[in-house]
């Protein structure tokens, strides 16, 4: 890099590679390849530590650019400092072209042709976000996903080839919601959305600045020990200072920073400097003297003599009312382009408008380095900078304070001297203030170490005493920024995006977590856009191993994930779900599973958790568990429940338990939550879900889990807890089956064809007509007498399945488990209790109403017996209840010429 060809305006000298960078200063923030897991001690660099914290590099040429030492670094070539190119790039223009003006100012939507990114019908997607509400917010919905997909590209390595892509990303953006602004106006709300996600851009470029120097200085600590070199030479005395001390250095890429910031802007400047094309300085005024002179008329108006460029001032007469003008537009560009950086752009405007002088005046902040002093070569160098810099610094610094001038001229030569008060005259955005400062700060910490190093000159030190004892820190910029006299400034320092680079700044993490924890508790929502950045910050400080506060980062994924939930963007929420700790994101995504009601999105769903890690099985197992134990009371007996239909909170249990059947791995979980929600229903009373929910298990279900115990390899039994679970299956199976046959019966009990009433038999035709009803009756009698007994017998034997449930009885564990479920347990038995009774009442009627009342009396044995011992579900109650309906049958035979128990009398 040619050190003598700066565009810049820092009054320091550095190489085009600096390979040491501040190595006395140690810093725990960051890992050294040695070190082993590098976030255990790691330390977020706080207020207190400010001192320390890697600053920027305050450069002549250009920030110097450290080679990459680490694996987090891009894997080819290296990061630029500022990703992002303007569209109209300054650096390469020529201002004695024709065009150069066009080139400088170009329109926002300049340079969108050589785009990829855009196409001819940009119009027509303009035209179309016109429609919509909100176009803005529809134009830059796409974000959400090209976020994630650069977060998992680059997840592992790289990350600032992310960061690129961060910044590309909201640029790309950006220029699309321009065409947009265009048409919809400034005051829109697509104009706030551009407006957040250049912000975005800028945090996302500061972030990839600072933090490459940060890092870069944290890996070279322990590996280089940093030798200072005597010189007589100002330009090598400031680059070793750079090379020490990080204060100076990131100062100075925040400086760096902004001005890129303004040099992107450049083409929103409004004025039109073509006006200056011109190479007679101050022709107005120079047309006027020449008249004079040949006239010989004195001219009432007073102005100048003579055209030296002191001579408005010496002679305090005005120059021409066209001149004046001109010259302060001119002054305004000046600054403008000074301000973004450009000082070699700034010198050719000058020359374009022949005011060479002016242009030599820029020149001369440049620290003085003579190449030929200790080169030990006979060819001799070019001297850089100026050997004079002292008396130009202390002619700017007066000139500066020069009431008289323009406040841009004042502010031109006060940037360039470190005088804050003029340049801050002038500022009007948060970001031109933190420059004034930063760009003071900087010129102060240099001038300050060259005394101390004997280099300084004489001059200099007749500069004002609080500009040679100031004691800049990064803290007290923005405490100077808080006081400010100007309202806009004082707004835009509570703005959300200057807050946090604020914080990026100061390397203060625990400060701007403090602050993410407080915007995400105020009553206020947050822009869509402003918690996407948050959260892909955190994780971006997660990814270079910085220790941060666990509890906020997972409340602003969480919130972040709210949002993704909240805007239906269901391909991404997975992802970050899985950035929470694991019992959390299981919760989390249990949650966000609830919502899904769409039956084809659940596959998709599920796909995604296995892909980004999660627990699937546990997942879906608390979905299931959630639902199923929401809004449910004590275990209810079904005498007391009061409706037994299927409400829409029973049909969510119903459906829940279809997340448990996409996976065969998830059978054996799937067969215990149904058993689990069948329980609910069948102590309710609720025998149609219970139904609906048994239909959904599959029927290879119980195969399936005993192919998946054999396939890994074991002979023994099933673990108690399948076991018990697919006995349970079966003990539910045969009471629902019990229970339909019983309606089967019940409902053709009670549809008996009805007899026929005889007609009078006044006429032979109508006789004939009562034999015929007649006997249709019989035989319609007939076939649903034959019906019944086949429904009574099946009947019969689906209850005594359930009564003589084998192996120790229904709705009762064979199996022994060493985790026994209390609650299972308790409902179970309760079933038991409720289920057993009823069922033998209703086999009871059934078999009174067939009269078969010896059967009935053989069901007393049954229930009597101590090998089932199901007398022992039964209350006493219900005891004397079902005794009571014994003695109907009884009777019944009684009347029959039987005994009581159904056997004939003995003689």
């Known amino acids: 890099m040619d050190w003598g060809q700066s565009e810049l305006l820092s009054p320091v000298v550095r ?270 005024t120079l047309h006027s003297l020449k008249l004079r002179r040949k006239s010989g008329n004195i001219f009432t108006v007073p102005l100048v003599t003579e055209l030296d460029p002191d001579a408005p001032l010496r002679q305090q007469q005005p120059l021409a009312d066209l001149d004046r003008e001109d010259d302060v537009r001119l002054l305004k560009n000046l600054f403008t382009l000074i301000r973004a950086g450009m000082t070699e752009e700034a010198q050719r405007l000058c020359t374009r408008c022949g005011q060479a002088w002016r242009a030599a005046t820029l020149e001369g902040w440049k620290l003085y380095h003579d190449p030929n002093m200790n080169s030990g070569s006979a060819e001799l ?93 990064m803290e007290k910029v923005f405490e100077e920024l808080q006081a400010s006299e100007s309202k806009r400034v004082l707004e835009e320092t509570q703005e959300h995006y200057h807050v946090i680079q604020k914080f990026i700044i100061l390397g203060d993490l625990d400060g701007l977590l403090e602050e993410f924890c407080d915007w995400l508790t105020a009553s206020k929502v947050l822009p869509s856009h402003l918690l996407r950045f948050m959260s892909h910050l955190l994780l971006f400080f997660r990814s270079v191993g910085l220790a941060l506060k666990e509890d906020v980062c997972v409340d602003v994924l969480k919130a972040y994930v709210t949002l993704l939930i909240r805007d239906q963007q269901t391909e991404l929420v997975a992802s970050y779900v899985s950035q929470l700790p694991a019992d959390l994101a299981t919760a989390q995504y249990a949650a966000f599973l609830e919502t899904v009601s769409q039956p084809e999105l659940r596959p998709r769903c599920l796909q995604l958790a296995t892909e980004a890690g999660l627990d699937v099985a546990a997942v879906t197992k608390l979905v299931v568990e959630t639902v199923r134990e929401r809004d449910d009371a004590e275990f209810t007996p079904h005498s007391q429940t009061l409706e037994t239909g299927t409400t829409k909170e029973d049909q969510k249990k119903i459906d829940v338990i279809d997340w448990l059947l996409f996976e065969p791995a998830h059978r054996g979980e799937a067969l215990k939550q149904s058993n689990a929600i069948m329980r609910r229903f069948l102590a309710l009373e609720k025998h149609d879900a219970a139904k609906a929910v048994f239909s959904k298990v599959p029927e290879d279900s119980m195969r399936e889990i005993y192919c998946q115990w054999s396939a890994l390899g074991q002979t023994s039994p099933l673990p108690a807890e399948d076991e018990n679970a697919i006995r349970e299956h079966l003990c539910i199976r045969a009471y629902l089956e019990a229970h339909e046959a019983f309606s089967d019966w019940f409902s053709h009990s009670s549809s008996a064809p009805p007899k026929p009433t005889p007609a009078p038999e006044v006429k032979f035709t109508e006789r004939v007509a009562n034999e015929m009803r007649e006997k249709e009756y019989q035989v319609a009698l007939s076939a649903w007498s034959s019906r019944l007994d086949v429904l009574t017998e099946d009947v019969k034997e689906r209850i005594y399945n359930v009564l003589l449930f084998v192996d120790g009885g229904w709705m009762a564990d064979n199996a022994q488990d060493s985790e026994q479920d209390a609650e299972r347990s308790h409902q179970m038995s309760a079933l038991r209790s409720l289920c057993l009774p009823r069922l033998s009442f209703l086999l009871l009627s059934v078999l009174q109403s067939s009269s078969r009342h010896q059967e009935a009396l053989r069901l007393a044995d049954i229930i009597s017996s101590d090998h089932h011992r199901l007398y022992q579900v039964f209350s006493k109650e219900e005891l004397r209840r079902f005794l009571l309906k014994l003695r109907e049958s009884s009777l019944a035979l009684l009347d029959q010429g039987l005994d009581p128990l159904g056997y004939e009398l003995q003689q």
């Open 381 to 473: 160098h070019p001297v850089e900078g100026n050997p004079q810099r002292g008396i130009w610094k202390a002619c700017s610094w007066r000139m500066a304070e020069e009431e008289q001038l323009n406040r841009y001229e004042r502010a031109i030569y006060a940037s360039l001297s470190g005088n804050l008060k003029p340049v801050l005259a002038v500022c009007e955005s948060w970001e031109d203030c933190v420059w004034a400062y930063f760009r003071v700060m900087v010129d102060t910490l240099v001038e300050k170490h060259l005394m101390s190093s004997g280099m300084a000159h004489q001059e200099v030190e007749t500069l004002p005493r609080e500009y040679l004892e100031a004691n800049w820190t």
């Open 15 to 284: 190489d085009d590679l600096v390979t040491v960078a501040a190595r006395r200063m140690k810093k725990v923030a960051f890992p050294s390849p040695e070190m082993g897991n590098p976030s255990a001690s790691l330390v977020t660099p706080a207020r207190s530590t400010l001192r320390k914290t890697p600053a920027s590099l305050f450069r002549q040429a250009g920030t110097p650019r450290v080679p990459d030492v680490s694996a987090i670094l891009a894997h080819a070539g290296r990061t630029p400092r500022f990703v992002h190119t303007p569209r109209n790039t300054l650096g390469s223009l020529n201002l004695d072209d024709s065009d150069w003006t066009n080139s400088m100012y170009a329109s926002p939507t300049t340079g969108l042709e050589n785009t990829s990114f855009f196409t001819e019908d940009i119009t027509h997607l303009a035209s179309a976000l016109l429609k919509d509400d909100d176009p803005g917010e529809a134009a830059a919905t796409s974000l959400f996903p090209d976020f994630l997909a650069s977060f998992l590209k680059h997840s592992s390595s790289a990350v600032f080839e992310l960061l690129e892509d961060y910044q590309t990303l909201c640029q790309d953006k950006v220029d699309v919601l321009q065409s947009v602004v265009l048409r919809a106006g400034q005051n829109s709300k697509t104009a706030g959305v551009r407006w957040l996600l250049q912000q975005e851009n800028h945090s996302w470029r500061l972030i990839s600045s600072l933090y490459r120097d940060r890092i870069q200085l944290a890996l070279e600590d322990d590996m280089m020990v940093d030798v200072a070199i005597p010189s007589e030479s100002e330009k090598v005395v400031v680059e070793q200072l750079f090379q020490r001390d990080a204060l100076v250095r990131q100062s100075q890429l925040v400086v760096d920073w902004l001005e890129s910031i303004a040099k992107d802007q450049m083409g929103d400047f409004s004025d039109n400097i073509e006006y200056y094309a011109k190479s007679v300085c101050w022709e107005n």
